[in-house]
């Protein structure tokens, strides 16, 4: 069996840090210590806008070759290391009049002036001589081997070689230890490898990651992300697997049990989920405060902190000790751009029981990573509560768009605003009133576009919605509609590309139909057009794909190290061009 440590591989490691930059940029968060906000410039966001968006087919994908991709990474390890510029030292060339003695002699004698090297060594070094000297100490394999250990690659190496040759030819007065050592070379009392110091001194000069190259490289190893958390392994934890498919009652366990405790932390994907879980616990009669990434509301009146909290998972707090925590659609770990806040809060929160929701395919791997907490697990399985049934037949056609067999309790998913807005004023055309769910919408809208559509008394029964149904929210459903089955996807570029839906996004959205308690018990699934069917149908046959690594975020802590060795560096610089390329995974 393969090392727990190897499901930290990370092959969107790229996508991942600058997702987390963008969530930080994008949100303004909470501080829990101070209680008051706080948020981090938008150093990369005008980078990350002039992402090209591609829309590529799946036989493109499929065929995209190993070479394209090596000189991807070729292209950007060149990127990594901008050199800063050193400049000659020249001495100012001053006019000075005969008469004025005093200010002729104080000149002479300034140190700016005086070329101390050559007086010490009587040696005048001419520009043809140095030329001679750097160019014998460049072809020597023993000073590129030197080089190589200092962490100079042929490409740095030649870039020092350029910079540090300028300097000496154009400098005026050249440092005196240097001064000295070139001038033992003329006189044939040294080696032209005797230069490699100073050649090293002007590259650390030029490269000012070389200084510190060991310590950067051991802040910036990853392999162990579970001794991050030392608070975490400071307590014996039992983790609570409950796993099933949509539907199943297992979220409703992990909050029973939440809203029992004396004290809870509920982690959730969305802020609207977030705000749902804040409302049912304060109404069942527990204090339940919210915290998302636009704000904090408390259950008290005064302001005084809950013992609850419901948050969204980038959220929750590592520092406080609770009694039991939930993370919510767990299997959201291996998501290129949010994954890693998942891994961060399955390895660092401090809770005696920890519940998680969310597919069978995370087990397994959830299964090793507590291998390296020494936490204990435990596997609760469910079955569905209400029938679902896929549909053998389209709403329309191949080539007429037709919405006259539209029904109540029916829910059309969208992956584009654009499709959202069509639907929605053909449905309205009808004399339908529809309820609109998207991501952007404030959360306080999109509940209350719930509330209207799950309220038996309210005309509004036809929802228009993007993928966030999925993500576990409460809604009346008799039957869902994928209006198309190919949404925009992130690449290991960082890419958006368009791609048919996972077997696992078509399972959670499609098994929104039908839920226990409500009047749409029995839920139905299908697509809109014809041909969409017939794909649609393989997709949902498909095993899910047992999850093999999960999303992995650098600590603020070992950031901070960084800029501490690197201070003179943006934050965009520090995460794309430095801690990239010395991160270790396996």
Same mark, same amino acid.
């Given at each position: ?23 930080? !940029? ?68 001053? @006019? ?39 160019? #014998? =100490? ?7 081997? +030197?080089?190589? $250990? ?8 030649? $870039? ?122 304060? &109404? ?51 998501? &290129? ?27 397994? +791997?959830?299964? @090793? ?5 020494? #936490? ?60 609109? !769910? ?11 576009? &719930? ?76 697509? =809109? ?6 794909? =649609? ?37 520090? !995460? ?5 390329? =010395?991160?270790?995974?396996?």
């Amino acid at each position: 069996m393969c090392s727990p440590v190897s499901h930290y591989q990370l092959a969107f490691k790229n996508v991942l840090l600058r997702s987390r930059l963008c969530s930080y !940029i994008n949100e303004t968060t909470f501080c829990f210590n101070h209680q008051r906000p706080y948020s981090l410039t938008a150093f990369v966001l005008k980078q990350l806008n002039k992402r090209r968006i591609t829309t590529t087919s799946n036989t493109t994908l499929a065929q995209r070759s190993h070479q394209q991709k090596t000189a991807s990474v070729v292209t950007n390890l060149k990127q990594l290391f901008i050199p800063i510029e050193v400049n000659p030292v020249i001495t100012p060339q001053l @006019e000075i009049r005969s008469s004025d003695a005093s200010l002729s002699q104080k000149l002479t004698q300034s140190p700016q002036t005086v070329n101390i090297g050559q007086e010490l060594t009587g040696t005048q070094l001419q520009r043809n001589d140095l030329v001679r000297i750097i160019t #014998d =100490f460049y072809r020597h394999d023993e000073i590129k081997k +030197l080089a190589a $250990d200092n962490g100079l690659d042929i490409r740095l190496f030649q $870039d020092a070689y350029v910079s540090f040759r300028k300097f000496c030819i154009q400098s005026t007065v050249l440092p005196v230890d240097l001064h000295v050592v070139l001038s033992d070379i003329l006189s044939n009392a040294g080696h032209v490898t005797d230069i490699f110091p100073y050649f090293l001194r002007h590259a650390r000069e030029m490269f000012p990651h070389l200084t510190c190259m060991d310590d950067l490289k051991q802040i910036s190893d990853l392999r162990d992300p579970a001794n991050w958390y030392p608070d975490a392994r400071a307590i014996q934890r039992k983790i609570i697997i409950h796993s099933g498919p949509t539907n199943s009652g297992k979220t409703y366990h992990a909050l029973k049990r939440y809203m029992e405790s004396e004290s809870g932390v509920y982690c959730g994907p969305l802020k609207l989920l977030a705000s749902e879980v804040y409302h049912k616990t304060n &109404a069942l009669g527990t204090k339940c405060d919210l915290v998302t990434g636009e704000e904090r509301r408390f259950a008290d009146p005064e302001g005084k902190p809950a013992n609850h909290i419901a948050c969204t998972v980038e959220m929750a707090n590592l520092q406080t000790l609770y009694e039991v925590a939930v993370i919510d659609e767990i299997q959201m770990m291996r998501d &290129a751009q949010r994954g890693w806040a998942w891994t961060r809060a399955l390895l660092g929160l401090r809770a005696k029981e920890i519940h998680l929701c969310g597919e069978a395919s995370a087990i397994n +791997l959830v299964q @090793e990573l507590m291998v390296t907490t020494g #936490d204990e697990v435990e596997i609760r399985q469910y079955q569905r509560l209400t029938k679902l049934t896929y549909l053998d037949k389209a709403i329309g056609t191949n080539y007429l768009e037709t919405f006259d067999n539209v029904r109540r309790g029916d829910c059309f998913v969208c992956f584009s605003k654009n499709d959202i807005f069509h639907i929605t004023r053909e449905l309205e055309r009808r004399g339908h009133e529809v309820a609109v !769910i998207y991501g952007s919408l404030p959360p306080g809208t999109k509940l209350l576009q &719930a509330q209207r559509f799950n309220d038996p008394a309210d005309p509004c029964k036809i929802m228009v919605s993007t993928d966030a149904i999925g993500m576990g929210l409460n809604l009346s459903i008799k039957r869902v509609i994928f209006f198309s089955i190919v949404k925009p996807q992130m690449n290991e570029k960082g890419e958006k590309e368009k791609d048919s839906i996972t077997t696992s996004q078509a399972l959670q959205i499609g098994g929104r139909a039908g839920r226990y308690g409500t009047a749409f018990s029995d839920g139905e699934v299908t697509t =809109f057009r014809r041909d969409d069917l017939s794909l =649609f149908k393989d997709i949902v046959s498909r095993p899910v794909e047992t999850i093999q690594r999960a999303g992995l975020h650098p600590t603020a802590e070992q950031i901070e190290l960084f800029a501490y060795h690197l201070p003179k560096h943006t934050l965009s610089s520090l !995460i794309v061009r430095y801690f990239l390329i =010395f991160c270790k995974l396996a």
